[in-house]
């Protein structure tokens, strides 16, 4: 990974034309874009993926903190402007889709991310981190400012749901600061703000992680009704039905007692299939 230092930044006028159908909102204001970069603590020790650089206004800055560098960029206009004006790290630009690629080979080992990540597909970026969790120490984003309330929230707002469960069970998340539209060209439609994501120290679930999706998912699909109504269509046993815990929404569940609950249905579910056994056994 290139650790040579940028060319001289490109002015406004020279940018990359912006694609509606890539999301593009380029970023214009250094302030701003040093404030992100600064926000990055991670990536003082580990390499640092960038997703969408675009025109490069975080990549300049990323140079300059001399850290191993990976751009990760789909339109091809980028790339080639990225190459045109800052040929030093030519080499570590990827054309391609970060939803699509392989990490391991690009980047072996543990990362940070950071980008202005694409509004229309920011849930799928974080989705592919949370597979990505026990290599990806640190993400520092900006994303739409609902997005970044929703993925902060805590239990019993009403905003807190299935991803700020699934990625809080993982990540320690900060709402640092909001951006204005005007910043952007073009301006987008909605405000904006930057959220950071640090790796808490939990290396896995205490209960089954695939089932604790399953119930935080099927629970915030029906979040206005108690988790008695809203998680009946999995048919579990009678006997989780009956927890005190049914009687409250998903959204008042804070993470561990939703991994609690996980292993309650564990334990229940065990015990239903050792009775039902016995019953075929006799």
Same mark, same amino acid.
């Given at each position: 990974?290139?650790?040579?230092?940028?060319?001289?930044?490109?002015?406004?006028?020279?940018?990359?034309?912006?694609?509606?159908?890539?999301?593009?909102?380029?970023?214009?204001?250094?302030?701003?874009?040093?404030?992100?970069?600064?926000?990055?603590?991670?990536?003082?020790?580990?390499?640092?993926?960038?997703?969408?650089?675009?025109?490069?206004?975080?990549?300049?800055?990323?140079?300059?903190?001399?850290?191993?560098?990976?751009?990760?960029?789909?339109?091809?206009?980028?790339?080639?402007?990225?190459?045109?004006?800052?040929?030093?790290?030519?080499?570590?630009?990827?054309?391609?889709?970060?939803?699509?690629?392989?990490?391991?080979?690009?980047?072996?080992?543990?990362?940070?991310?950071?980008?202005?990540?694409?509004?229309?597909?920011?849930?799928?970026?974080?989705?592919? @981190?949370?597979?990505?969790?026990?290599? *990806?120490?640190?993400? =520092?984003?900006? $994303?739409?400012?609902?997005?970044?309330? +929703? !993925? &902060?929230?805590?239990?019993?707002?009403?905003?807190?749901?299935?991803?700020?469960?699934?990625?809080?069970?993982?990540?320690?998340?900060?709402?640092?600061?909001?951006?204005?539209?005007? @910043?952007?060209?073009?301006?987008?439609? *909605?405000?904006?703000? =930057?959220?950071? $994501?640090?790796?808490?120290?939990?290396? +896995? !679930? &205490?209960?089954?992680?695939?089932?604790?999706?399953?119930?935080?998912?099927?629970?915030?699909?029906?979040?206005?009704?108690?988790?008695?109504?809203?998680?009946?269509?999995?048919?579990?046993?009678?006997?989780?039905?009956?927890?005190?815990?049914?009687?409250?929404?998903?959204?008042?569940?804070?993470?561990?007692?939703?991994?609690?609950?996980?292993?309650?249905?564990?334990?229940?579910?065990?015990?239903?299939?050792?009775?039902?056994?016995?019953?075929?056994?006799?």
């Amino acid at each position: 990974m290139c650790m040579e230092h940028a060319a001289s930044a490109p002015t406004f006028g020279n940018m990359v034309r912006p694609k509606k159908h890539l999301g593009q909102h380029f970023l214009k204001d250094r302030n701003i874009a040093r404030k992100i970069v600064d926000a990055l603590v991670a990536g003082q020790s580990v390499p640092v993926v960038e997703i969408g650089p675009g025109t490069g206004v975080l990549t300049e800055l990323l140079i300059d903190r001399k850290v191993p560098l990976k751009l990760v960029e789909l339109d091809k206009e980028s790339v080639d402007f990225l190459k045109s004006n800052f040929p030093a790290v030519g080499p570590d630009i990827v054309h391609g889709d970060f939803l699509e690629l392989e990490l391991d080979a690009i980047v072996p080992g543990h990362f940070a991310v950071i980008g202005n990540f694409p509004y229309n597909i920011s849930s799928q970026i974080f989705f592919k @981190v949370l597979d990505l969790r026990n290599q *990806v120490d640190e993400v =520092v984003c900006m $994303l739409q400012k609902e997005v970044a309330k +929703r !993925l &902060a929230a805590r239990h019993g707002n009403k905003t807190y749901g299935i991803l700020s469960v699934l990625l809080q069970a993982y990540y320690n998340i900060e709402y640092l600061f909001e951006v204005p539209a005007g @910043v952007f060209h073009p301006p987008p439609k *909605v405000t904006s703000a =930057v959220i950071r $994501l640090t790796r808490n120290t939990r290396q +896995r !679930l &205490a209960c089954d992680e695939t089932l604790f999706r399953r119930l935080v998912k099927q629970g915030f699909q029906n979040r206005r009704k108690t988790l008695r109504n809203a998680l009946k269509n999995l048919n579990l046993p009678a006997a989780v039905y009956q927890l005190d815990i049914m009687d409250k929404r998903a959204e008042q569940l804070s993470v561990e007692q939703f991994i609690t609950l996980t292993s309650d249905v564990e334990k229940e579910s065990a015990g239903y299939e050792k009775q039902s056994e016995g019953t075929d056994s006799v």
